[in-house]
């Protein structure tokens, strides 16, 4: 997945005094998913999103929310689909605490990377196994002739042939 066009925060020009906290109304363009060999975007490729800063002791909490309608190519038969879901995403960046995972790989320098961040949000927020279907019940394309079986009557489509010829030698061992 590619990130889309950078959106960055800079941390020290928020003045927050520990335990206080601003939430900010951001655009956010997460950029583009690679699934199987295939690429899909958001629609529309910015949205609106909600980021929350709080100041810590040692650093900073986050939280980041918004809506997503992710599009490309069905993993079956390659006709449209497209998924909508709502990323809820949380970070800390602790560095004082002296912990190396208690330290953001989005924030360097005072700025947190929000279009890097929301950008691996979506990745992690894809149901698994990630399944972008044109339609719940897609049948998929036909191994032989690579035809939607979505469309096609079973009864009207057969093949003659036992399948893939590059499957031939496999099926002379049985």
Not at 67 to 76: F, V
Request: glycine content about 10%.
């Amino acid at each position: 997945m590619t990130p889309g066009p950078s959106t960055t925060i800079d941390l020290a020009s928020l003045s927050l005094s520990f335990g206080e906290g601003r939430r900010i109304d951001v655009q956010v363009c997460p950029g583009t998913l690679e699934l199987g060999g295939q690429s899909y975007e958001s629609s529309p490729r910015t949205v609106q999103g909600r980021l929350d800063v709080s100041r810590t002791r040692a650093g900073y909490a986050f939280r980041l929310r918004f809506p997503l309608q992710i599009e490309g190519p069905c993993m079956r038969c390659l006709d449209q689909a497209g998924i909508g879901i709502e990323i809820d995403a949380r970070e800390v960046d602790q560095p004082e605490v002296g912990d190396e995972q208690m330290i953001s790989p989005y924030v360097a320098e005072g700025e947190l990377d929000v279009s890097r961040w929301a950008h691996d949000a979506v990745a992690l927020a894809l149901p698994l196994p990630a399944k972008l279907l044109c339609r719940e019940d897609c049948a998929g394309l036909c191994a032989v002739c690579g035809q939607s079986l979505n469309d096609a009557d079973p009864e009207e489509h057969r093949h003659d042939e036992g399948g893939d010829p590059r499957w031939a030698k496999l099926r002379e061992l049985q």
